[in-house]
């Protein structure tokens, strides 16, 4: 019997090791992959205009680990995804530090490539993060959401998988 895809989630404090997530994923697939896609993202200034100094993460624990594994059901159910890691840092995070990752292994790169996207899209919408930022002066003021992150994640509303 065939071995279910899985997707490791972690929601943690500390820095994580992008080339280790890569090699974890494509030792899960045991050479089965024909493609991985990695996304990682840092913190930036949100404040046009003004220099972010730090972001500052909270989350729902609990919740936030089950939602990010429902969209990481979806995306397996959309694509042909053969396993998939998603680590998102909360706490206090410096500009410039490493802030979410996102990889996705499939045969066919086209899978891979929508089925990161779509983890992306959803977790910016649907995963329960709050954010505040700190800017250099000292300011601190809560990162709203943006509208254009809910017209992208809406794309997945009506787009067809991939044939890969």
Request: aromatic share 10%; net charge negative; charged share 25%.
């Amino acid at each position: 019997m065939p071995e279910l895809p899985t997707c490791v989630i972690a929601v943690q404090t500390h820095d994580f090791d992008y080339g280790a997530l890569y090699d974890e994923l494509r030792r899960s697939c045991a050479g089965q992959a024909g493609a991985i896609v990695c996304f990682a993202g840092l913190v930036r200034d949100f404040a046009p205009g003004q220099d972010t100094d730090s972001l500052y993460l909270e989350h729902y624990p609990g919740m936030c680990e089950r939602e990010l594994q429902a969209i990481a059901d979806e995306a397996f159910q959309r694509w042909a995804v053969q396993a998939c890691r998603i680590v998102h840092r909360v706490g206090e995070l410096a500009r410039g530090d490493q802030i979410v990752f996102a990889g996705v292994a499939s045969a066919h790169r086209g899978d891979a490539f929508q089925a990161a996207q779509f983890i992306m899209d959803a977790l910016k919408t649907r995963a329960p993060f709050w954010k505040r930022e700190t800017l250099r002066s000292g300011e601190r003021l809560w990162v709203e959401a943006r509208d254009s992150d809910q017209v992208q994640a809406q794309q997945w509303d009506t787009a067809r998988p991939s044939a890969g």
